[in-house]
C-alpha cells in the first residue's frame, strides 16, 4: 500500500468525524452461481414495514472464507424467519460495495474502508446505505513470548508481516502509524505473505512478529504454540487515546490472556465489519434482516459462535451506536436500531430519508 491511501482516509475522517467468519451447512457459495436458502410456508413473517422482494442476494467473500461463513449464518436466518429466499454468492469485501453499486447483490459484506470512501468521494456511492454489522475485527500482534518486543512501538525496526498485500491490515496499519507521527516506510519493516508462511517464518527467527486482524484465538498461531511459545503485545495508553482521537471509528479493545502464552491482557483496536446495501432496498426488507439477525442469536452461532458472541456480549450494539463515516443507515434499519431495541446511532449515520 502507498501511504497517500493512508492519507486518503485520514482526510475522510477528518472531515466525516469517523468514529467508533469454514463452510456453512445451511448454504453454500459458489463462484460462479447463486446458492438458496429457501424457506416453506411456516416460516415466520417479521412484523415491521412492508418487504417488497421475494429474494435477496448476499454477497460474502472468498468460497470458503470467513466472511462468506458470516454472510452464511445471517443470510440463513434471514430465509427462516422472514419468508425472503436468499442466496449468498462470494465476492470481496473491497468489491463488494461497487457489486451492490451496480445492482449485482442486494447486501454485500464489505471492510469499513470503501464503502466510506465511495460514500464520501463518487456520486455512484451516494446510494450506498449500512445495514448491520456481523464481527468485530481485533488488530493482533504475536511475538516470541521471550521477545524483547512489549509494545507497538517496539515493532519499529524489527521485521513484520502483515499479511497479503492485499489484506486490510496494512490500510489500518498504516492510519495508525500516521496518526502516532511515525513513518510507515521508513520507520518499520513491514513485509507481505501469506499467514501460513509468516508462521513458519516466526519459528524460524526469520520474523520478529506477526500482525493479524481478526478473532481469537488464531489456527495459524494455535498451530505452532504448543512447540513455540508465542503472546500477544498491544498499545501503550497514551497511543491508544492519540489513535482514537484521529481515527475514532476505531475502538478500543482489550483482548484477555486466555490464549497462546499471554501473563496479561493486551489492549488493542477493533473495527466492526459492515453490510452494505443501496438505498432503494425496501424498507421492510434491511428492517426484516436487523430483526433476524439480532433476534436469533443462537442460531447464528450453529454456524459462527464468534457472530453470536458479538449479538450477545452487546459488541453489536456498541458498533451501531459508535461507529460513523460510513454511509448512513438504510432506513428500515435505522427504525429498527432506534424503535424496536431503543439504540441511539451518531448523527452522521441517520439516514437522509428519515428527515424527508
Known sequence: MKKQLATVVLSLVMVFSLAACGNSSSSTTDSSAD??????????????PEIT?????????????????????????????????????????????????????DIGACN????????????????????TYRMQ??????????????????LMGKRVSLGTETMFTTVEVEMIVEALGLDFEN???FVYMDHSTASEDLVAGKLDAIVILGTNPNSNITTIDPTFPVRMVGFE?????????????????????????????????????????RDDLSEGA?????????????????????????????????????TSGLPPYHIGAYKYYTEVMGWTVPESMIPPEAEE
Open 35 to 48: 446458492t438458496e436458502t429457501t424457506t416453506d410456508a411456516s416460516a415466520e413473517e417479521t412484523d415491521g
Open 53 to 105: 422482494e421475494t429474494s435477496l442476494v448476499f454477497m460474502g467473500g472468498s468460497l470458503s472464507g470467513s466472511t462468506t461463513v458470516c454472510t452464511n449464518a445471517v443470510a440463513n436466518v434471514v430465509a427462516q424467519h422472514t419468508g425472503i429466499m436468499t442466496s449468498v454468492t462470494s465476492g470481496s469485501t473491497t468489491t463488494n460495495h461497487q457489486s451492490v453499486i451496480d445492482g449485482i447483490g
Open 112 to 131: 469499513v474502508y470503501d464503502p466510506a470512501v465511495a460514500y464520501a468521494e463518487t456520486e455512484e456511492g451516494k446510494v450506498l446505505r449500512t445495514v
Open 137 to 154: 475485527n481485533p488488530l493482533n500482534i504475536y511475538v516470541p513470548v521471550d521477545s524483547d518486543i512489549e509494545t507497538f512501538r517496539d
Open 187 to 189: 520507520d518499520f519493516n
Open 237 to 277: 495508553d497514551d497511543d491508544i487515546a492519540t489513535v482514537t482521537e484521529a481515527l475514532p471509528w476505531l475502538m478500543e479493545c482489550t483482548v484477555e490472556a486466555e490464549f497462546y502464552h499471554m501473563e496479561e491482557a493486551v489492549n488493542t483496536f477493533m473495527y466492526p465489519d459492515p453490510f452494505i446495501c
Open 286 to 322: 434491511s428492517y426484516a434482516v436487523c430483526d433476524a439477525y439480532i433476534s436469533n442469536p443462537e442460531e447464528i452461532g450453529l454456524v459462527e459462535v464468534h457472530m453470536q458472541e458479538f449479538i450477545e456480549d452487546g459488541s453489536l450494539q456498541y458498533a451501531v451506536e459508535n
